[in-house]
């Protein structure tokens, strides 16, 4: 018989009672949302959120291993909060994440930075109490970077918005692209029971959620895993009918596994907002190969020929990486070639970077770093004419934007989304935040959109 874990049995320790915490989280939307698992997870201990790193009694930062400047950039934050240490000596400090997952990284956080006292792996998070609670208690630094699968379903998640959630659908990875460590840290695909995402999304739709993001490395390979095979369009047809919700968004699809039956989904749905993130990363057949994306430039046009024809006005988006071992003047020419023949929205561009234990990293490589610089700015530069130019085309349509707040830059601007993911700025009260409501565009920048609002929000 199956235990039933009940509140009485269950009960966790408040050792947090009356102290404050404190989460910097790099990386993913995946990282974010896991940000908003351990938030729940130490609330419910008692701890309450701090206004400031230097206001709290524990501190936890929640790495990223993609690519090496976010892993620069973790370990310059550990030297300065470990002298937050010298004036507290209960401060506890929590390192988790992607980057902690690899051995070799763990055992260098745990040397270099004697103060952090629990170092997490990305499996750990269900644990994150009780190795909380050992922090506490033992003088040496906690480790737990074991592969363990169990116990991610059913965990809380105190999310930092009112109307926007994350919702993870799949962990893992079982791809092993050439240059991504994200198989080693995030482990193989696990997909989510497909009862338990849409309970959750039902239950996020009663407390007033409007839109939600579906999250996985690869949401297409969805539901392979499971009894029936379920597939993702199936999932995303059943979301599509829970009566609360306002918008689908979801991400990242991988252009081997994005199905006809797909493509037809998103065309038909209600909600399921007309956008693609598609990582391209490469334009040339030979370093597709070389990565082990398993597709050819012509089938990914033939992919994007086909959504674009099936989805009137809807976005597409990419990743692409610049300088992969090997990648010649001739191979470069290929990606730019791409971005002028799909058009991007918007590409996001990177230039490789070797990460440990992964393939790509035990090639040779005679590309120097300044000429890999330039061949990004090269591509920035006219992938950012492109962006400029598919925004220009809005000027003059009446667009439905929800609402998040007040601008970054200029508080007397409220900033949305439009259904496609463009940013659009407008003059109006900050009390529309989290509705929706029709902007009629008006001008166009490489970023964002600028509009006038024009009739009622809903
Ligand atoms: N170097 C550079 N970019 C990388 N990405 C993943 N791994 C690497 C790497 N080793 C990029 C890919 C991916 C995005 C999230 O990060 O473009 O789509
Ligand atoms: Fe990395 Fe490729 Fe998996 Fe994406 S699909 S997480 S790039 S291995």
């Not at 909380?132 to 918005?161: C, W």
Request: a neutral charge.
């Amino acid at each position: 018989m199956q235990f039933q874990h009940t509140e009485t049995l269950n009960q966790p320790l408040r050792f947090g009672e009356g102290k404050q915490y404190w989460i910097n989280t790099f990386g993913c939307q995946m990282n974010e949302h896991d940000s908003e698992v351990m938030a729940a997870l130490i609330e419910n201990l008692g701890y309450r959120p701090a206004s400031g790193p230097e206001e709290a009694d524990l501190l936890i930062i929640n790495t990223c291993a993609v690519r090496k400047k976010p892993e620069d950039k973790v370990s310059s934050m550990l030297g300065k909060l470990t002298v937050l240490k010298e004036g507290k000596n209960d401060l506890i400090i929590a390192v988790g994440g992607c980057m902690t997952q690899q051995q070799d990284l763990a055992r260098h956080i745990k040397n270099r930075f004697s103060e952090v006292d629990l170092i997490f792996g990305t499996h750990a998070l269900p644990r994150l109490p009780e190795l909380l609670e050992r922090a506490h208690l033992e003088k040496e630094t906690v480790v737990d970077i074991k592969e363990d699968y169990t116990g991610r379903e059913g965990l809380p998640a105190a999310r930092t918005s009112t109307f926007q959630a994350w919702l993870p659908i799949i962990y893992g990875c079982n791809n092993f692209c050439a240059y991504c460590v994200v198989p080693f840290v995030r482990g193989r695909e696990r997909s989510r029971r497909f009862e338990a995402i849409i309970s959750e999304a039902a239950a996020l739709s009663d407390q007033n959620y409007r839109e939600i993001t579906l999250l996985g490395q690869n949401v297409n390979s969805y539901g392979h895993d499971l009894p029936g095979k379920p597939s993702f369009a199936s999932l995303l047809d059943e979301l599509d009918r829970i009566e609360g919700l306002s918008r689908i968004r979801f991400m990242t699809s991988h252009p081997k596994d994005l199905s006809p039956d797909l493509i037809k989904t998103v065309a038909r749905g209600k909600k399921i907002c007309e956008h693609f993130h598609l990582p391209a990363q490469s334009g040339s057949d030979r370093i597709l190969k070389k990565m082990n994306r398993r597709y050819t430039r012509e089938q990914y046009l033939a992919l994007v020929r086909e959504i674009k024809a099936a989805i009137p006005g809807v976005s597409i988006t990419s990743d692409i990486i610049v300088g992969f071992p090997g990648e010649t003047e001739e191979d470069f020419s290929a990606p730019l070639d791409l971005l002028k023949q799909v058009r991007f929205d918007s590409a996001f561009a990177f230039i490789y970077s070797p990460r440990q234990g992964t393939k790509a990293e035990k090639l040779t490589d005679n590309t120097t770093y300044r000429e890999k610089e330039q061949r990004l700015q090269a591509l920035n530069k006219i992938q950012q004419r492109i962006s400029l130019e598919e925004n220009e085309r809005l000027v003059g349509n009446l667009l439905e934007v929800m609402v998040e707040g007040p601008s970054k830059n200029n508080p007397e601007l409220q900033t949305g989304r439009t259904r496609t993911n463009k940013l659009v700025h407008f003059t109006g009260p900050a009390s529309l935040t989290g509705t929706i409501i029709p902007i009629c565009i008006t001008e166009a920048r490489t970023w964002n959109l600028f509009g006038e609002m024009e009739g009622e929000p809903r």
